[in-house]
């Protein structure tokens, strides 16, 4: 009886806690605050995106939002910007704790979905195949030809925690993914997009080899573009850059990175990571990569060793686990190796 | 082991099964296809169902929330205590399908009355539990997806976005 009351007088805190954090003032990040103060996100009666007025000429009005949904959206939006809490002054509480869903310390929603879920350029233009949250949204429930299945929201974001972050599933109803949910949402009253429409920015305008001169995918030519193109940011082996607890880069390779059950791997599924290179990297020069280097560039990063997802089976795994021990100084080494055979200063 | 008599008779057995569950049966269960209910075809004309979705699987889906939105006695019954003899006894009884479409682009949502925001999914299950008398499905029924898509297919021909409000708004149908 005193273990059920004391697991009863928990359960009972955890929800007082949840419904504390409910309630609480959201503390933006700096990119979440810019995003939805460009958006006048406020608690009123109607609401009315300056972003169509800007893009449309005429102003669009649609049902305001209560306090309660402005601060679940500001809480999706800060967890897309920084899932683990790394920007809050009480880490991930702030998140939901979302970090007991993923693996590893880098790995945020932002990293796919750049300019947190809406990434435009200079002139408010939405960018084709910038994987757009209310793109997104506007498109749920679609069938997925991946996974079989008509997909709703909450289930694609359960499928980033397993695969692309190398971790757990939330339950469908937690914080964590509906507030997610109300940002992508939000986001598709702010840019004006009507249910069940494609837009070009949904996704990430995946690049087939019949888009390519068909000279065939090499992970050797791979290596050298990504040694040329990615690796200033990603590293020599795409282990990604972390400085002062903060993630600049994400890691491409290793085991912080997304798993072989993810999509982003070009052995699982090899058009969806060419298309987000062409269209998402480098930052600052989208669009400068032929198609036939994205195609290379992810062939290659599929080469190198992360961790095992659910299908591969723990014989896998394992052997996953061990490259990723043995190959990190091996790969040093070689680099450090000049032209004439003997060892040089390693730059990693 | 068996001899070649014995062997064939469950061989037979399972196909006779099989034949029965997808020919005969009549079960839902043992089907892939859905039951087509009176003015499902001109439902689906006149909505534009076809052009939400480039496959069989959305329209299916679509074709299912229709099945219970408009005979929820007969498509849910799991899920109500209400019969054909009752006056109420579909969703199609207080709803349109244009109060589904609007309200699903206005659910996740604050309310005041509950003191909390409530999804698309839980007014569908409060539905169930309140005016039909009945019980409450889970999250991941296909009862209550498919309700769902068929609002989505709703609103994608009233080309409604989020926020979308009846008397405020009026959007035009969309042709192709």
């Not at chain 1, 109607?46 to 005429?58: D, F, I, L, T």
């Not at chain 1, 990293?111 to 960018?127: E, F, I, P, S, T």
């Not at chain 1, 598709?188 to 949904?202: S, V």
């Not at chain 2, 007969?74 to 109500?80: G, I, V, W």
Request: aromatic fraction near 10%.
């Amino acid at each position: 009886m005193l273990i059920f009351g004391g697991l009863y007088w928990l359960t009972v805190q955890k929800h007082a806690e949840r419904d504390q954090l409910r309630l609480a003032a959201v503390d933006l990040t700096p990119s979440c605050k810019e995003k939805l103060q460009g958006y006048s996100l406020a608690a009123a009666e109607h609401y009315r995106s300056p972003y169509v007025r800007k893009m449309n000429g005429a102003w669009s009005t649609v049902r305001g939002y209560s306090e309660e949904d402005v601060r679940a959206i500001q809480r999706g939006c800060n967890i897309v910007d920084d899932l683990q809490g790394h920007l809050a002054k009480s880490g991930s509480r702030e998140r939901w704790h979302g970090d007991r869903f993923v693996r590893g310390g880098q790995t945020t929603c932002v990293h796919c979905h750049q300019g947190v879920g809406d990434k435009q350029d200079a002139a408010g233009n939405r960018l084709v195949g910038s994987n757009n949250l209310g793109a997104s949204w506007v498109m749920a429930d679609m069938y997925d030809r991946f996974t079989g299945m008509l997909l709703p929201h909450e289930w694609r974001q359960m499928q980033c925690y397993i695969n692309s972050s190398n971790g757990f599933k939330p339950n469908a109803a937690d914080d964590l993914l509906r507030d997610v949910t109300a940002y992508s949402r939000f986001l598709a009253a702010a840019l004006d997009l009507k249910i069940g429409n494609r837009y070009p920015e949904q996704g990430m305008d995946e690049i087939t080899a019949a888009a390519t001169l068909r000279r065939g995918d090499d992970y050797v030519r791979g290596a050298y573009v990504y040694r040329q193109k990615c690796a200033t940011c990603h590293g020599p082996q795409g282990f990604g850059k972390v400085v002062q607890g903060q993630v600049l880069y994400p890691a491409l390779a290793g085991p912080e990175s997304f798993s072989f059950d993810s999509r982003m791997n070009f052995a699982k599924i090899d058009t969806v990571t060419p298309g987000f290179i062409c269209r998402n990297m480098p930052l600052g020069a989208e669009g400068s990569l032929e198609n036939q280097e994205c195609r290379d560039i992810a062939y290659y990063l599929s080469t190198l060793p992360r961790p095992a997802g659910d299908r591969q089976g723990p014989l896998v795994a394992v052997w996953e686990q061990l490259m990723m021990i043995v190959m990190p100084p091996l790969m040093r080494y070689a680099e450090s190796i000049g032209s004439n055979g003997t060892p040089q200063e390693a730059s990693h | 082991m068996l001899s070649r008599g014995n062997r064939i008779i469950p061989a037979v057995a399972i196909a006779g099964f099989v034949l029965w569950a997808h020919l005969g049966s009549g079960l839902p269960v043992f089907r892939p296809h859905v039951s087509l209910e009176p003015d499902w075809e001109q439902f689906r004309a006149a909505y534009h169902v076809n052009d939400f979705g480039e496959d069989g699987h959305f329209v299916r889906a679509a074709q299912n929330g229709y099945n219970v939105f408009f005979f929820t006695n007969k498509y849910a019954s799991r899920f109500t205590r209400k019969t054909s003899t009752d006056r109420t006894n579909a969703c199609a009884s207080c709803h349109s399908p244009e109060d589904m479409a609007y309200g699903f682009v206005n659910s996740d949502r604050f309310d005041a009355k509950l003191g909390r925001r409530v999804s698309f999914e839980e007014r569908i299950m409060r539905c169930f539990a309140g005016p039909m008398d009945g019980f409450v499905p889970t999250l991941y029924d296909p009862t209550v997806r498919d309700l769902r898509i068929f609002a989505r297919a709703v609103a994608h021909h009233l080309q409604l976005g989020e926020g979308a409000s009846k008397g405020e708004t009026r959007p035009s149908l969309r042709h192709r």
